[in-house]
C-alpha cells in the first residue's frame, strides 16, 4: 500500500463524509492488510455517532472479513469504508463459501449477529443444532421482520426448533417472510396488529418478543404507547418469568431514563446490555459458526443484496439504511471508492 492519498468515507459527529487520508497501515501480530472488494451498509454506520462512536473510517463488514471492533477513537484502519483495512484475526470472521458470494460475504456479520444476541443471549432461547442451551421449543414475535436483523432473526428461530414464529411487518414482504419461516405475519402499521397478533396465537403462549427496530421510544413527540416497543409489548401472552423482550435501539445512558418500564419485562439492548453475561461472546461465535456452515443449504440465506459504486453512493446508501428505508435488502458498496 503506498503512501498516496486515499479516498475514505469518515464518520463525523455530524454525519459521514468522503475525506483523504496518507496513513501507511502496518498489520501487528495476527493482523492482515487487505484490499477490501465490498463492504456491507448497515444502520449503525451512521447512528452510531450519537452515542460517541465516530471520528473514525466508518463501516464494520467487509468482504472476507467479519466484524470490527467499535468503540470511540478506534483507528482509522479498522474502518471498512475504505480500499485498504486491517482485518484482526481476533474478530468474526468467515472463510468464502462455494455458495456464498462476496457481495454477500461483505453483508452477513452485523445484521447477523445481532440477530443471534437478541434471540439467544437477550431471550437465552436455544439453538441445538448450534450446541446452545436455554429455552426450547418457544413462541416467538419478531416485530420489524423486513428489516436486515429481522430476516435473520426469523430463519435463526425457525432453524434453532422455535414457533409458532411471529412477524410484523410490511405487508409487502410477507410471502418472503413466509419463505424464510415465518408461521403468522401481520402489517405493523395495521392499527388493529396487536388484536390480530392475540387472535392468531389465541390459546397459545406469546412469551417471547424481539423488537428489532426500536422506533418510537426516542423521537420527539412520539407518545411511548403508540411506539414499536410497545406495540410489541401488548402482543405478548404469558407471565411471570418466562416473559422476555428483548429490544435493539442502539443506544444507552440517558437517553433511555425516560423510557417507561414495566418490572414484568426484561428490556435490553443487544450490544449495551445492563446484563451482559461472561458466556454471551461464546454463544454469538457459536450461532455465527452454524451460520457459515449452513449458509446457501436451505435454512439460512440474505434474500436480496443490492450494489452501489463510489464514495458518493455509500454515503447515500448509509443515509438510506440509517434512515429505515431498505428493507428486505442489504446493500453493498463496490471498491475502489
Same mark, same amino acid.
Given at each position: 500500500?503506498?503512501?498516496?492519498?486515499?479516498?475514505? #468515507?469518515?464518520?463525523?459527529?455530524?454525519?459521514?463524509?468522503?475525506?483523504?487520508?496518507?496513513?501507511?497501515?502496518?498489520?501487528?501480530?495476527?493482523? /492482515?492488510?487487505?484490499?477490501?472488494?465490498?463492504?456491507?451498509? %448497515?444502520?449503525?454506520?451512521? !447512528?452510531? *455517532?450519537?452515542?460517541?462512536?465516530?471520528?473514525?473510517?466508518?463501516?464494520?463488514?467487509? *468482504?472476507?472479513?467479519?466484524?470490527?471492533? =467499535?468503540?470511540?477513537?478506534?483507528?482509522?484502519?479498522?474502518?471498512?469504508?475504505?480500499?485498504?483495512?486491517?482485518? &484482526?484475526?481476533?474478530?468474526?470472521? +468467515?472463510? +468464502?463459501?462455494?455458495?456464498?458470494?462476496?457481495?454477500?460475504?461483505?453483508?452477513?456479520?452485523?445484521?447477523?449477529?445481532?440477530?443471534? &444476541?437478541?434471540?439467544?443471549?437477550? +431471550?437465552?432461547?436455544?439453538?441445538?443444532?448450534?450446541?446452545?442451551?436455554? $429455552?426450547?421449543?418457544?413462541?416467538?414475535? #419478531?416485530?420489524?421482520?423486513?428489516?436486515?436483523?429481522?430476516?435473520?432473526?426469523?430463519?435463526?428461530? !425457525?432453524?434453532? @426448533?422455535?414457533?409458532? #414464529?411471529?412477524?410484523?411487518?410490511? *405487508?409487502?414482504?410477507?410471502?418472503?417472510?413466509?419463505?424464510?419461516?415465518? &408461521?403468522?405475519?401481520?402489517?405493523?402499521?395495521?392499527?388493529?396488529?396487536?388484536?390480530?397478533? @392475540?387472535?392468531?396465537?389465541?390459546?397459545?403462549?406469546?412469551?417471547?418478543?424481539? %423488537?428489532?427496530?426500536?422506533?418510537?421510544?426516542? *423521537?420527539?413527540?412520539?407518545?411511548?404507547?403508540? /411506539?414499536?416497543?410497545? +406495540?410489541?409489548?401488548?402482543?405478548? /401472552?404469558?407471565?411471570?418469568?418466562?416473559?422476555?423482550?428483548?429490544?435493539?435501539?442502539?443506544?444507552?445512558?440517558?437517553?433511555? &431514563?425516560?423510557?417507561?418500564?414495566?418490572?414484568?419485562?426484561?428490556? /435490553?439492548?443487544?450490544?449495551?446490555?445492563?446484563?451482559?453475561?461472561?458466556?454471551?461472546?461464546?454463544?454469538?461465535?457459536?450461532?455465527? $459458526?452454524?451460520?457459515?456452515? %449452513?449458509?446457501?443449504?436451505?435454512?439460512?440465506?440474505?434474500? %436480496?443484496?443490492?450494489?452501489?459504486?463510489?464514495?458518493? !453512493?455509500?454515503?447515500? =446508501?448509509?443515509?438510506?439504511?440509517?434512515?429505515?428505508?431498505?428493507?428486505?435488502? !442489504? #446493500?453493498?458498496?463496490?471498491?475502489?471508492?
Amino acid at each position: 500500500m503506498a503512501d498516496q492519498p486515499r479516498k475514505v #468515507i469518515f464518520l463525523s459527529p455530524s454525519g459521514p463524509t468522503v475525506k483523504e487520508i496518507r496513513e501507511t497501515y502496518t498489520p501487528q501480530g495476527s493482523q /492482515s492488510l487487505v484490499r477490501v472488494e465490498y463492504s456491507g451498509v %448497515n444502520p449503525a454506520d451512521i !447512528k452510531h *455517532a450519537s452515542i460517541g462512536m465516530h471520528s473514525s473510517v466508518s463501516g464494520y463488514d467487509f *468482504a472476507v472479513f467479519g466484524q470490527n471492533p =467499535a468503540f470511540p477513537g478506534r483507528p482509522i484502519s479498522l474502518g471498512a469504508y475504505q480500499d485498504f483495512a486491517i482485518a &484482526d484475526s481476533d474478530i468474526f470472521q +468467515l472463510v +468464502l463459501l462455494p455458495r456464498m458470494s462476496m457481495r454477500e460475504a461483505a453483508v452477513l456479520p452485523t445484521a447477523t449477529l445481532t440477530a443471534a &444476541d437478541g434471540l439467544f443471549n437477550v +431471550l437465552a432461547l436455544a439453538f441445538p443444532s448450534a450446541g446452545l442451551q436455554g $429455552a426450547e421449543a418457544q413462541s416467538v414475535l #419478531i416485530w420489524g421482520g423486513g428489516g436486515a436483523v429481522g430476516v435473520c432473526a426469523i430463519q435463526l428461530a !425457525k432453524a434453532a @426448533g422455535h414457533g409458532p #414464529i411471529v412477524v410484523a411487518a410490511s *405487508a409487502k414482504h410477507h410471502a418472503t417472510l413466509k419463505e424464510l419461516g415465518a &408461521d403468522f405475519y401481520f402489517d405493523y402499521s395495521d392499527t388493529e396488529v396487536v388484536v390480530k397478533v @392475540g387472535a392468531a396465537v389465541s390459546g397459545k403462549r406469546l412469551s417471547h418478543v424481539f %423488537n428489532t427496530v426500536g422506533a418510537g421510544v426516542f *423521537a420527539q413527540g412520539v407518545e411511548f404507547e403508540k /411506539s414499536s416497543v410497545a +406495540l410489541a409489548a401488548k402482543c405478548e /401472552s404469558g407471565s411471570g418469568d418466562e416473559l422476555k423482550f428483548g429490544c435493539l435501539t442502539g443506544a444507552r445512558g440517558p437517553e433511555m &431514563d425516560h423510557v417507561p418500564r414495566d418490572a414484568g419485562w426484561k428490556i /435490553s439492548t443487544p450490544t449495551t446490555h445492563a446484563t451482559y453475561a461472561k458466556e454471551w461472546p461464546d454463544r454469538s461465535k457459536k450461532a455465527w $459458526a452454524w451460520v457459515t456452515a %449452513n449458509y446457501g443449504k436451505g435454512q439460512f440465506r440474505i434474500p %436480496n443484496v443490492r450494489t452501489v459504486h463510489g464514495a458518493e !453512493k455509500g454515503m447515500e =446508501a448509509m443515509k438510506w439504511s440509517a434512515e429505515g428505508k431498505s428493507s428486505l435488502e !442489504k #446493500i453493498v458498496i463496490e471498491h475502489p471508492l
